[in-house]
């Protein structure tokens, strides 16, 4: 799980009151579809391989965006039971390893593009 922290919030809360949260919805909307979109793009097939890709995997990423009382919550998932094996940074087998990327190694390069997705929205709020 990856949280991030946004500084301002305080100022945020006072400015809008109980609405502030539906400032933070859009950017982790943005953020959720960036990682589903970047976790479903395959890798080349290897050239020996005579296995015939289906796409299921790329195809049954799901992302989910809830407003809690204390922020807003994304989340990013597989419903393929196989999705682990492949892309977890945890869980991942090394028959892909090298060859697919893993849920860790998304997070670690969309993570600026995520954090300026909510660095815009509080920075437009408070003005």
Do not use: C
């Amino acid at each position: 799980m990856v949280s991030i922290r946004i500084m301002g919030i305080p100022e945020l809360q006072r400015k809008l009151g109980q609405n502030w949260t539906q400032v933070l919805h859009a950017p982790m909307q943005k953020s959720v579809l960036l990682v589903q979109r970047d976790m479903a793009d395959y890798p080349s097939q290897r050239p020996v391989s005579s296995y015939v890709r289906t796409g299921t995997l790329g195809r049954t990423w799901t992302t989910e965006v809830t407003e809690t009382g204390n922020g807003v919550q994304g989340k990013v998932g597989n419903r393929t039971e196989y999705a682990p094996l492949v892309q977890s940074e945890r869980f991942q087998r090394p028959i892909f390893r090298g060859q697919w990327q893993t849920d860790d190694a998304v997070l670690e390069r969309d993570m600026p593009r995520i954090e300026r997705f909510f660095q815009d929205a509080v920075d437009g709020a408070l003005r």
